[in-house]
């Protein structure tokens, strides 16, 4: 029981610390691509440990068939949702990013990708 | 137990102010978009800590599930609507 409530205590700091540097790196980073690159990883690995942690606690609650089973399994659902999801809504922002012109950042300020006209690569 | 998720709710309550800046002050539209989608994330968690903590997980588990598809489908449109538009 102690155990158990010791790693759900783990997994949720640990989802917490992940969520904490994603904010980090999404205040600090140079330019949008960057940004993306540290949200889009640190925001869907933080929210695995929490709802991995939540789900095992509820279990651990309600020993039930309905309150405890059921409902660890729509908690899942939602990460493996968001698994699912954030990549996806990561490449479209991120394709639709670079289509509209937005150029990666570099330390010299010389532009690493050649455009033509209407943003495309050339 | 519980004291503890009210102390991680607080402290996602923190991380969500802290994007919040992001969001509100972004320089192009996209960091807006991304912010207001991790918003969204830490509003999916915060609405099952908050089942756990009014002791009504079967509901707000409902919740956090409808949330997250409203904010991946909104991300989605979005980012389809501003292809075309200088950031």
Request: glycine share 10%.
């Amino acid at each position: 029981m102690i155990a158990v409530l010791i790693i759900v205590i783990f997994l949720l700091v640990t989802g917490i610390f992940f969520f904490f540097a994603a904010a980090i790196g999404f205040l600090r980073l140079p330019d949008f691509y960057s940004r993306m690159h540290a949200t889009g990883k640190g925001d869907t690995f933080g929210l695995l440990l929490f709802l991995l942690g939540l789900g095992i606690y509820n279990v651990l609650e309600n020993p039930t068939w309905y309150l405890g089973v059921v409902q660890t399994v729509k908690i899942l659902s939602i990460a493996v949702f968001w698994f699912l999801a954030s990549p996806t809504a990561t490449h479209a922002l991120l394709r639709s990013a670079f289509e509209s012109g937005a150029m990666p950042w570099t330390k010299d300020g010389k532009p690493i990708i050649e455009r033509g006209e209407g943003g495309k690569k050339t | 137990m519980e004291q503890f998720f009210i102390g991680a709710s607080v402290a996602l309550c923190i991380i969500i102010f802290l994007t919040l800046y992001r969001a509100v002050f972004g320089p192009t539209v996209f960091d807006r978009i991304v912010g207001a989608g991790f918003v969204g994330t830490k509003t999916a968690v915060l609405l099952v800590l908050i089942g756990f903590i009014y002791k009504r997980v079967d509901m707000f588990v409902d919740l956090a599930l409808v949330y997250s598809i409203l904010c991946f489908i909104g991300t989605l449109i979005v980012a389809k609507y501003f292809i075309r538009r200088k950031g």
